[in-house]
C-alpha cells in the first residue's frame, strides 16, 4: 500500500494553516468619548480643512485594512468624506471616501469603507486625517458632520496615540491634504478612524514541543519522509 506525500503531509499543512487562518478585525480608536461638535461649531463659516491625528506603530508591524469617519448619532452622514493616511513624510499611503447616508458599514459609531491591505511599519509615525467641506454660516439643520474632542479615548494594542492635526483651513472647498499641523486640541478630534487585521493569540495554541519554522517542524517532516520511504520500500 502507498500513502502520498500530501496524505502524509496534512497534519502538518493542517495545523500550518490552522495558525496563519486565525486573525481578528479592531478598529483603531475603539471607543467614541468626547465632545460631540458639527463642522460648523469647528471651524469658520465656508471653511474647508483635513482634520485628523498622528501616532506611532509599536514593535510590531500592522495591517490597515479600512478607513473611517465618526457618525454622530450613528444616523448617516450629511456629506461623504475622503480620509486617508500619511506618512509622517507627508506621503499619501492609502485613500477613498466614505459616502453621506448609511451606505458605509457601521461598527461602534463609526463608518468604513475598505481600502487594499496596507502594512503600517513598527516604530514609524502616521497621520489619519478625514475632509471636511464648508458650511454656510447660517446652517441650521444641516451644520455638517459631528467630530470627537476632548475625549478620553481606548486605542488599538500597538499603536500610541500622538497628537490632534489639521490641514491650513482655507475658505471654500478643497482637495483632501496632509494634515501636519497641531491645532493645540488635547485628546485628539475623533474624526477619522481605520480598521487593523491583528493575529489572534487565542484561537490556535501552540504545542510546547512544536515551533513553527523552527526545530518542531523540521523534525515533523523528516518524521514524515521517513514513513514515505518505509511503506515505498516494506522490505528494505
Known amino acids: 500500500m502507498k500513502i502520498t506525500r500530501s496524505l502524509l503531509l496534512f497534519p502538518v499543512l493542517a495545523l500550518f494553516g490552522g495558525l496563519c487562518a486565525n486573525a481578528s478585525t479592531v478598529a483603531a480608536v475603539q471607543t ?19 482634520i485628523g491625528w498622528s501616532f506611532v506603530v509599536g514593535p510590531q508591524n ?5 478607513l473611517g ?13 475622503a480620509v486617508g493616511i500619511w ?10 471616501t466614505i459616502p453621506s447616508g448609511t451606505a458605509a458599514a ?8 475598505s481600502v487594499a491591505p496596507l502594512t503600517l511599519t513598527a516604530g514609524q509615525t502616521y497621520f489619519v486625517g478625514a475632509h ?6 447660517v446652517c441650521g439643520t444641516a451644520c455638517g458632520d459631528a467630530l470627537l474632542a476632548f475625549g478620553s479615548e481606548t486605542f488599538a494594542a500597538g499603536l500610541t496615540f500622538l497628537n490632534s492635526t489639521q490641514s491650513a483651513a482655507i475658505i471654500g472647498d478643497g482637495p483632501l491634504v496632509y494634515p501636519n499641523l497641531n491645532p493645540g486640541v ?15 493569540p487565542i484561537g490556535a495554541p501552540e504545542p510546547a514541543s512544536f515551533t513553527i519554522g523552527g526545530p518542531g517542524l523540521v523534525a515533523l517532516l523528516a518524521a514524515a519522509r521517513r514513513l514515505q520511504r518505509r511503506l515505498d520500500n516494506p522490505l528494505a
Open 32 to 50: 467614541a468619548n468626547g465632545s460631540s461638535f458639527t463642522w460648523r461649531l469647528t471651524i469658520g463659516a465656508d471653511q474647508s480643512a483635513t
Open 69 to 81: 469617519i465618526y457618525d454622530g448619532g450613528s444616523d448617516g452622514l450629511e456629506t461623504p468624506h
Open 132 to 137: 471636511f467641506a464648508p458650511v454656510a454660516d
Open 186 to 200: 488635547s485628546g485628539g478630534f475623533f474624526g477619522p478612524n481605520f480598521l487593523l487585521t491583528t493575529a489572534d
Open 62 to 66: 500592522l495591517e490597515l485594512t479600512a
Open 106 to 113: 457601521l461598527t461602534a459609531g463609526y463608518r468604513y469603507e
Open 87 to 96: 506618512s509622517s513624510a507627508g506621503t499619501l499611503l492609502e485613500q477613498t
